[in-house]
């Protein structure tokens, strides 16, 4: 019997340097896109997954990322009064319920596989998602929810993949492919931010995941890796062989958030997407190109 997945950990203790100034005082997963912050997509997108819990991995100054999940009474009362029902609705839509959100600290950003680690009396025994706020996701599926799926098919590990030219594969987690079965791929071998002419494949880990609890204990080594930080990657490889590890080629589109090119892509994408600013999105297009 598979355990159940309930649980999210969202790492969002980096620094976010490739966003200073913004980021010197708002968190990178407080940064809009339209009118919603990054976190509360990944928020809504674990939900739609059938998350329950989640863990917030915060650092200094992050503090707002809680309060976007809180009750806001003034805020509330005001709209009620100013008959702002369907704000209202939606403020209210986005609360989590009363105990299901704990917030742990990392105190120095030592990296992705420390940040998760700092999640492990949250984390016990049970599996758990992963969800990087800075990867935005556009899919009719949350792409958790994919991931999810595809943990009650084969059980143990999966992580979401997506193809990248070649020339980049040195900037992310590659997979060594055992088996390519189209949608999913099971993994011999992982290897974070490979030289290109080492890298095994160019099938590269975006910021999703299904992991299994036993990934903590390697964690806890806290040996270093590419960058001189403790790299998740490192840690997830120790788990294949002794577990199931797949890759899910998910359905849908990735923003990278976390790079200026990326988070000004983001916001024409979700612009065109919404009726309601589509025809406005394409005016001011056409007049720039
Ligand atoms: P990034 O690699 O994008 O790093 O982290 P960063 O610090 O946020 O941004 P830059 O590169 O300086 O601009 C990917 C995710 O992992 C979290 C980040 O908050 C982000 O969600 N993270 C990274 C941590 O929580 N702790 C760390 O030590 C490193």
Redesign the pocket.
């Known amino acids: 019997m598979l355990k159940p997945l309930r649980k999210a950990v969202?790492?969002?203790?980096?620094?976010?340097?490739?966003?200073l100034p913004a980021?010197k005082t708002v968190a990178?997963?407080m940064l809009p896109v339209v009118d919603r912050p990054l976190i509360q997509y990944a928020v809504d997108e674990a939900r739609a997954a059938g998350i329950e819990q989640f863990c917030f991995?915060t650092?200094r100054g992050k503090t707002a990322i809680v309060e976007q999940f809180d009750v806001a009474y003034e805020l509330e009362r005001t709209l009620e009064e100013r008959g702002k029902a369907r704000e209202l609705a939606e403020l209210r839509a986005q609360q989590l319920a009363p105990g299901s959100v704990i917030t742990t600290r990392?105190q120095?950003?030592?990296?992705?596989g420390?940040?998760i680690w700092c999640a492990r009396h949250f984390i016990q025994d049970e599996p758990f998602a992963i969800l990087?706020?800075?990867d935005l996701m556009m899919c009719d599926v949350s792409c958790t929810k994919q991931l999810a799926d595809a943990y009650k098919e084969t059980g143990g590990n999966v992580v979401a993949i997506e193809e990248v030219p070649r020339e980049r594969v040195n900037r992310y987690g590659v997979i060594d492919i055992a088996e390519d079965k189209g949608r999913l791929v099971s993994v011999k071998g992982l290897v974070e931010k490979p030289p290109v002419d080492q890298a095994p494949s160019n099938l590269t880990i975006i910021?999703r995941y299904v992991l299994m609890p036993e990934v903590i204990g390697h964690l806890a080594k806290m040996e270093k890796g590419a960058g001189g930080?403790?790299q998740l990657t490192d840690s997830m490889a120790k788990l294949i062989g002794t577990q199931p590890f797949h890759g899910v080629r998910y359905e849908g589109r990735r923003f990278d958030c976390?790079d200026k090119a990326g988070y000004l892509e983001a916001q024409v994408a979700f612009a065109l997407a919404r009726p309601d600013l589509a025809p406005a999105m394409k005016d001011i297009l056409a007049r720039y190109s």
């Open positions: 969202m790492p969002v203790a980096g620094l976010g340097t490739r966003f980021t990178k997963e991995v650092g990392q120095v950003p030592m990296g992705l420390h940040a990087l706020p800075d910021g930080e403790i976390g």
